[in-house]
T-cell receptor, first 113, second 117 residues
Framework: DGGITQSPKYLFRKEGQNVTLSCEQNLNHDAMYWYRQDPGQGLRLIYYSQIVNDFQKGDIAEGYSVSREKKESFPLTVTSAQKNPTAFYLC????????????FGPGTRLTVT | AQTVTQSQPEMSVQEAETVTLSCTYDTSESDYYLFWYKQPPSRQMILVIRQEAYKQQNATENRFSVNFQKAAKSFSLKISDSQLGDAAMYFCAYRSAYRGGADGLTFGKGTHLIIQP
């Protein structure tokens, strides 16, 4: 089955540690995205990538970093510089730069204490 | 920058009845896409319906339909014959048709839909 996988579903970290969230897709999509969701809020765009080895900052990129070394993979690192890292993180992909439908993974709940 | 507003934090409807969720947006662009996504308790985001701004005809998908009013910048979702499985958070989202869609989606804050049996 084609789809987007995110692992793990729940992640716990101590404050001050960097943590990397995984996102893999086998849909052969060119574009990939990371969103953050807080309680009572919609999703906000963190980073996006249209092709391999290229990515751009979204609305709330501070304290996050990404890489896109392979078409299938777009990991997100939450660094210690992110002031409020506890949130639900969703990865998405779309067919191409002009593709307008985004397909979402199941998400990762990150808790930092 | 575009903004999306969902003015109803929560809505409740009896099973088998019809409910309408509201969404307004602000943009200076003339070409764009609008979406409704559903997020059930599993938190998986599921695309419900999409609308292309240059199409005047309202999109429909089975029991789901939209009322797209471009001049009013309004994009409401109507759910007919509500079912228990429709209970979820519903998010309205905007995407520019320019810049190759580089900016991702802009979401509203969501409406929590409750279905009363």
């Amino acid at each position: 089955d084609g789809g987007i996988t995110q692992s793990p579903k729940y992640l716990f970290r101590k404050e001050g540690q960097n943590v990397t969230l995984s996102c893999e897709q086998n849909l052969n999509h060119d574009a990939m995205y990371w969103y953050r969701q807080d309680p009572g809020q919609g999703l906000r765009l963190i980073y996006y990538s249209q092709i391999v080895n290229d990515f751009q900052k979204g609305d709330i990129a501070e304290g996050y970093s990404v890489s896109r070394e392979k078409k299938e993979s777009f990991p997100l690192t939450v660094t210690s510089a992110q002031k409020n890292p506890t949130a639900f993180y969703l990865c998405a992909s779309s067919i191409s730069r002009t593709g307008d439908e985004q397909y979402f993974g199941p998400g990762t709940r990150l808790t930092v204490t | 920058a575009q903004t999306v507003t969902q003015s109803q934090p929560e809505m409740s409807v009896q099973e088998a009845e019809t409910v309408t969720l509201s969404c307004t947006y602000d943009t200076s662009e003339s070409d764009y896409y609008l979406f409704w996504y559903k997020q059930p308790p599993s938190r998986q985001m599921i695309l419900v319906i999409r609308q292309e701004a240059y199409k005047q005809q309202n999109a429909t998908e089975n029991r789901f339909s939209v009322n797209f009013q471009k001049a009013a910048k309004s994009f409401s979702l109507k759910i007919s014959d509500s079912q228990l499985g429709d209970a979820a958070m519903y998010f309205c989202a905007y995407r520019s048709a320019y810049r190759g869609g580089a900016d991702g989606l802009t979401f509203g804050k969501g409406t929590h839909l409750i279905i009363q049996p």
